[in-house]
């Protein structure tokens, strides 16, 4: 079992900057992959982009360049960097993760609210 803790929403004006973390029980280099979704109010949960074991990061076109995934092995923990953000980043952020036996698991989300 892995649990997954985010921190680190809030409420920022549009341009501004937040910084998530993914705290996992586990150590994260147990774990394959890593991602990060989201799920804007009355809408699914979509992909934000990933981060592999080695340290590839994918992103989908709408934060390329405005957003980072990184990690520190040292601290288990996953971070997703948000810079520039607009209105249309709102929505509950979750943290994912993929063991090499296929199990999934998600955290409990947390709240993004970009907002004037």
């Known amino acids: 079992q892995v649990q997954l803790v985010e921190s680190g929403g809030g409420l920022v004006q549009p341009g501004g900057s937040l910084r998530l973390s993914c705290a996992a029980s586990?150590?994260?280099?147990?774990?394959?992959?890593m991602g990060w979704y989201r799920q804007a109010p009355g809408k699914q949960r979509d992909l934000v982009g990933t981060?592999?074991?080695?340290?590839?990061?994918t992103y989908v076109d709408s934060v390329k360049g405005r957003f980072t995934i990184s990690r520190d092995n040292a601290k288990n923990t996953v971070y997703l960097q948000m810079n520039s953000l607009k209105p249309e980043d709102t929505g509950v952020y979750y943290c994912?993760?993929?063991?090499?036996?296929?199990?999934?698991?998600w955290g409990q989300g947390t709240q993004v609210t970009v907002s004037s």
């Open positions: 586990v150590s994260i280099f147990s774990i394959s992959f």
């Open positions: 981060i592999t074991s080695g340290g590839t990061t």
């Open positions: 994912y993760a993929r063991l090499p036996s296929g199990r999934q698991f």
